[in-house]
């Protein structure tokens, strides 16, 4: 594999993990899950992993398709997407925390699906960022489909550890590394507009 495909592969790889965020859902589920057992903490992390790539996956595969029956362009869902991930890129550097727990502790059977594996893993933003990104072609739909797999295991290692590595970084560092992120969210939120609009402005 050559330094170009390499390149390819990290431009469709990083901004993927960066909206998907598994640090910031992993400080949540830590919260989240206190008073969980272990069986049920595996649990919570085997839906969260299964729900939430099979979402991934379909919008992935069938996105394109999608827009096209409901007549919308994909200048149209790169602004979309853009205004949603730039409100969601501001709120990570204002508050240096994805999304907010409620405190709350008790026993959801159903916490891996939601709000785990979707809204906050398969959220509006990612899904748009997959049907963006595999707009392409084939090799395109093939790099996103193993970015999302790659992520989506990340995602199994930290919930599963997720305990531990809190107290190793510490909740000062995780905001911080929360923060960055949101700050190339807000990134690509501005060159998915300014792409939409350079296209349009070519058409007219």
């Known amino acids: 594999m050559d330094i170009k495909n390499l390149f390819d592969i990290a431009k469709i790889f990083i901004p993927l993990f ?21 069986l049920e903490k595996r649990e919570a992390t085997k839906d969260a992993f299964v729900y939430g790539l099979i979402i991934m996956i379909l919008f992935t595969l069938g996105g394109s398709i999608l827009l096209e029956l409901m007549g919308i362009s994909i200048s149209a869902i790169q602004i979309a997407g853009g205004i949603i991930l730039l409100i969601m890129g ?34 509006p933003g990612a899904i748009s960022l997959v049907i963006i ?12 489909l193993a970015s999302l797999i790659t992520i989506f295991i990340i995602v199994v290692v930290l919930f599963t550890f997720g305990t531990k590595i809190s107290r ?17 969210v807000a990134a690509f939120a501005i060159q998915f507009i300014i792409d939409a ?8």
């Open 133 to 144: 990104l595999s707009q392409s072609g084939l090799y395109a739909i093939i790099e996103v």
């Open 18 to 38: 960066v909206v998907i965020d598994p640090i910031g859902s992993m400080v949540l589920f830590v919260s989240m899950t206190s008073s969980y057992s272990e």
């Open 168 to 184: 190793a970084i510490g909740d000062k560092s995780l905001k911080a590394i929360t923060r960055i992120f949101g700050l190339l």
């Open 90 to 123: 501001i709120e990570m550097v204002r508050e240096g925390d994805r999304p907010k727990s409620t405190g709350k502790t008790y026993k959801n059977p159903d916490l891996g699906i939601v709000p785990f594996a979707t809204p906050l893993l398969a959220g």
């Open 197 to 204: 609009i350079e296209i349009i402005a070519l058409v007219v």
